[in-house]
């Protein structure tokens, strides 16, 4: 099995090639390939609907160049979900988006699942200072429970690798958000189930010019 | 007061540049300027939410164009309303979408108001044979009314100037979507409001790419 | 265009009669005349549902005699909107209430629209020390906002003509609501439509007897 | 215990004083002593919103009359519950509508459910012909059930008796609602407790005058 | 009359067999036979679904226990209402469960109605220092108040008997909850309706092994 | 990793005892260990929330066998979810439902999930007739579609096996139960999280009796 992890944002310096995930292996199986790539425009991360809108086009670009490469499913690399419905529309594969799929697996594990972010700490910074992203979290983590959360999800991929940390010091499961949106495009892809041609029907032919 | 009425879609031939709109003056005040531009890139209907997706990076830059250039307010004129809530982030005028404007409006008309669309016909045929498409209208008005909408709304900006024959034909009224638009703009201006920006705050500053 | 404001309590004094509203003529278009008249029967201001209900009937007998006057529609000066869904069954022009118009077209400009009032003054009080008014007002809105409101609607019609201010003082819209009412019975004579008579159809002749 | 009827309609002829209640005897425990009176103005029926409007005054006024003389509770025999939640804050005594209390107890016997009344056939006609009354109330019943009704409710209190016919001839419980209303106001007084008065305040003094 | 009150917990000492309730007659009419019963398994107190859960089919051994012995209607006393949907299925008489009755009749005593606990007094603690429970019950409704209820229910049916005191402390209403079921179970025979059989159908025959 | 399927319903002839499940082994990876085993006491098949309440404690028990025995996950085998709620109170290993998981995950395929039914053939009638049963599961997936579900999912675990056959003849994607509880199980082990302590608390020690 292949999936493509899509980060929808500019690559830092070199890292914007398709390039195997390192960080995706430990979630999914050992015969699973993933593979991962950036959009070549839009933001440099993703923190607003301005955003999210600027990157979408270019996300379902790159879920279409994955369906035509063999590819059996597609995550899209975002809390936000850019492009994730319009790529539904435009390919046959599953496109998985990690807010949607980790909404609905935390409402297995609790009542009002809600997501996390390390107040304060803008997406770009997040990897400055680890343990002062850990706390933000941690205390953001609290609030939420405080106000009637009984399950909670990482809000932003780049906190990848973090929630095992949290779900030991926390009462409640945090769900990591990448390795959530992983592991259900390959549950998909084993059950030979796609999205629904009625929920996201194929887009007519017509001219539509996409600059670059 | 002048307000910017955004196309969202290709210009056919050589309408794509700055114009006034005519149609437009029908609904508005005539101290109030409208006018109207296509976007540069995207596709030349909108008609999914593929079609939505390329369009909106190409409408929050025409919404940017707008406020810097003195206009008022901003319309967009299409039912699906691409790209309206990032342009409200970016800018500090009016961001209106008719189908917000209108469902809102309807409300105050009727119960359980519904949009209606020619069944059978793209968009890019609607003016092909106008009363073939009214016909499949008002056909359609007839299954919604009958499915429990008691009021109704035209489902597309191409189809404006029709809703005043179904209006007669009907015992529910039919909104007009982009007249609808253009008195909510021109009211929010004269009401001296704006949208909320804890709702719609501005995105922080940061690399960007948009091709074109 | 002719639009009767109707104010749902008793007159003060000599304001019982039909006269032309001076407070209307700064939101609506020249060309558009604005009427005010009290009501004969019914409470000195509404405060309760006790209240809404002594006013509801004479509102509507206001509604039918602007009908019968050549009126093309009526806006009721309460934010409890008393009487307004009896009138549009009984009449075939608009009948505005600013409440349902001031949530809806906040509900536009932000997330979660709330009406403010000064607590802890009652109505027949507001004009009796506007700075102490204000700042109660004040109060409120960073209250509403503090709990969630990302766009505010100003309680009470005697309140008109603060909005402007509080709109410079806080972070989110404040939508004035006698302005919003008489700009949205505008705009629905513009557009040329009226409530749906699926949803107010007309009573039936009977037998009806209301003193006074 | 003593309960007042309201009859929130203009009597017939002579019918309009104070009288003792033989229809709600068998509901009500021997004890329990059911006066019923009409409003003195207000419709011949009520079949709109208008005329739940024009009554409502009229039946507060006869829960502030009942309550002075000593009755323990109020029931207003009409399923459009005229007047209630303002009589809730005119009095401390229970004040029952049968729709809000049928609607309830409804959904205790099963999913879904529905109000029903006799199609085509006006309120002051339902006695003329009871077969056909009769007939068209199960006509509507059956329609209901079709549309996924699991319990229903009589929709107007001019049908109260025929509760139990319908009931053996359908698969579903029917509700008699004046029935139902009087032993929701029965089991009030017996359980001591009234409506709260965060939820219906008691009204301010201040000038209201209605005529009559 | 005769109605069964099942006591879903097991007997303490002799208690366990069917006998007179003394505490039911205060709440239903003198010719209303009220007799009560435990169930022979399950836990000795129900504070958790997993209580629920073992309690349940015995309940529902009871009801059909109660139909076959001329009972009119059963009451199951335990605001979690256990086994009382699954009862419904299995018998023709009305099954009553507090929780589902008291939400009902609160909601027309006052907006949100929520049920109040003693915090941190276990179920078989509450009768041991009755002060003390009466204070943590006063305390639960005060927060509850706070929080936006406007009516409440006395949370454990082993709280029967106090909310007269809290009635007379607090501005809302507090419904006794055992009291509540019993009068609705009465209501119910009397006005003869039972559960609708295409919400709650009658359970196909087939093997069904339940030891004890 | 060890699950352990709980079949919740008596086993026929010598099926009872823990065996290896073969129909599951598709489903999950190589080193994934399924077994299976037949609660001792309930019914023959779950049809009716009469059937749920008589299996539940039984396979509560099951579940807290499993996790003595070294279990990482418990799927229950009945699309009816029966006694997973107090399960997950009573273990700390995650217990899955195949309603609640497939609803899950079906709402990411398509909007408005329903499950489907071949009408009229009672459970343990199902592989009577595969051909015969396959037809009514196709037409009942047809109906579905027409009333709007845009996902499908396989509504008896019975039924495992036939979805790959309806996903070719149909427009929407249809989801295998068992598979999809199965591969959520396996997900949520290897994310490492479990259920809320919030939401399932653990239950407090008392005395209980559950004979058999």
């Not at 690399?77 to 390919?91: H, I, L, Q, T």
Request: hydrophobic fraction near 40%.
């Amino acid at each position: 099995m292949k999936i493509l992890v899509i980060v929808p944002i500019l690559p830092r310096s070199g890292k914007g090639k398709l390039r195997s995930s390192d960080s995706a292996k430990r979630y999914v199986r050992p015969d699973t390939q993933v593979d991962s790539i950036n959009i070549e425009y839009g933001p440099a991360s993703i923190e607003s609907v301005y955003d999210d809108t600027m990157a979408a086009p270019f996300v379902v670009r790159k879920a279409e160049w994955a369906e035509k490469n063999g590819y059996d499913a597609v995550v899209v690399s975002c809390m936000m979900d850019p492009g994730v419905k319009a790529a539904r529309e435009a390919v046959d594969i599953p496109v998985i988006g990690p807010r949607e799929a980790c909404l609905n697996i935390a409402s297995i594990l609790g009542s009002n699942p809600k997501t996390i972010l390390p107040r304060g700490i803008p997406v770009l910074q997040m990897h400055d200072d680890p343990e002062k992203t850990y706390q933000a979290l941690k205390k953001a983590a609290e609030k939420a429970i405080q106000e009637g959360a009984e399950a909670l999800v990482m809000g932003c991929t780049a906190l990848s690798g973090i929630a095992e940390r949290l779900n030991k010091e926390l009462s409640v499961p945090v769900l990591e958000n990448q390795g959530t949106a992983l592991k259900v495009a390959e549950m998909l892809v084993d059950l030979k189930v796609t999205h629904s041609k009625l929920t996201y029907p194929k887009p007519s032919e017509k001219k539509r010019i996409l600059p670059g």
